[in-house]
C-alpha cells in the first residue's frame, strides 16, 4: 500500500507542475492579449483573484463560484498491469490481461489523475456505476495538493 501511495504522490506531482505551467502560460496570454504596451487599459490596479479585506465572505463564494462549472476529467481504474511491447503487439479479440487488483477490492476514483475515493461496481439501467464507500477528506486532498 506504501508503494501505491508513492506511485500517486509521483503522479500528482508531474500533474500539478503541468497546472502550474498551463496557469502561468494563461496568464502570460491574457496579459499580452489586454495590452501590447503591457499597461492596464483601464488605468485600474489590478485586483487580486481572492482578497483577505472587504466582504470577506461574500468573496470567498464568488471566487468558489468562478470555478463550480469547471469541467474535470473523472476516472474509475480497475487496476494496472506493465506488460512489454511485444505482447502489446500480439493482443487480439478474445485477448486476456491480468491486472494487479483482486476480484472484490474496490476500484480508484480519481479526478484528474488525483486519487479523491474508492468504491464498488454497481449496474445501474444497463449501465456500469460505482457506489463510493470510502472518500478522501477534503483536508487531506489539499494536503496531497499543496505537496507540490
Known sequence: ???????????????????????????????????????????????????????????????INMVLDIPVQLSVELGRTKVPIKHILQLGQGSVVELDALAGEPMDVLVNGYLIAQGEVVVVNDKFGIRLTDVVTPSERLRRVSKS
Open 1 to 63: 500500500m506504501a508503494s501505491e501511495d508513492k506511485t500517486m504522490e509521483v503522479a500528482a506531482d508531474d500533474g500539478m507542475a503541468d497546472w502550474a505551467e498551463a496557469l502561468l502560460e494563461q496568464k502570460a496570454n491574457d496579459a499580452a492579449a489586454e495590452d501590447p504596451s503591457g499597461g492596464v487599459l483601464s488605468g485600474e490596479a489590478p485586483r487580486p483573484f481572492s482578497t483577505k479585506g472587504g466582504a470577506g465572505a461574500d468573496n470567498n463564494v464568488n471566487d
